[in-house]
C-alpha cells in the first residue's frame, strides 16, 4: 500500500505537465502581444521594453479596475481577477498563433508591471463606525 501524503500531492513532480517554448516562439509571440497592446514601444538593449498603452486595453483595464472608491479585499481581488481574464480574451482574439498559456503568463506580468506603475494600491482607515464589516 502507497504512502497516502505520495497520492494525494498534488505538486509530484510526475504530476506536473511541463510545456516548453522555443526561444524563436517566445520572441515571435512576444512581438504579437506588443503590436496588439502598445501603440508604441521602445526596445532596451536587455530585451525589456517601454510602451504606450493603447486605448482599448486601458479602457478595459479602466472599466474593470475601480479608481475612485475603496474596495474590500474580495471586491479588488475580483476585479483584478475579472479584468485578467477580459484581457487574456481580448489578445487571444487580437493575436494570430500565440499559444494561450505564452498570455496568460504575459498577462500575469503585465498587469503586475501596471499596478505597480500606474495604480496606487494601500489599505485605508474606515470612514464610517468601526462595526463595518468591509474594513479589516
Not at 498563433?97 to 503585465?110: C, Q, Y
Request: charged share 25%; proline share 1%; with cysteine.
Amino acid at each position: 500500500m502507497s504512502d497516502s501524503s505520495e497520492t494525494s500531492d498534488t505538486n509530484n513532480e510526475e504530476d506536473q505537465v511541463v510545456i516548453k517554448f522555443t526561444s524563436a516562439q517566445k520572441k515571435r509571440w512576444g512581438e504579437r502581444i506588443k503590436e496588439a497592446v502598445f501603440d508604441s514601444t521602445e526596445d532596451y538593449v536587455d530585451g525589456s521594453f517601454v510602451g504606450n498603452i493603447n486605448s482599448e486595453v486601458l479602457d478595459l483595464i479602466q472599466n474593470n479596475i475601480v479608481t475612485d472608491e475603496v474596495l474590500a479585499v474580495e471586491d479588488y481581488e475580483q476585479r483584478v481577477q475579472t479584468c485578467q481574464h477580459k484581457l487574456i480574451q481580448w489578445i487571444d482574439q487580437k493575436t494570430v498563433g500565440v499559444h494561450i498559456l505564452f498570455i496568460m503568463t504575459f498577462v500575469e506580468h503585465f498587469m503586475t508591471v501596471v499596478f505597480s506603475e500606474v495604480f496606487s494600491v494601500t489599505t485605508t482607515d474606515s470612514p464610517e463606525p468601526e462595526d463595518n464589516f468591509f474594513y479589516a
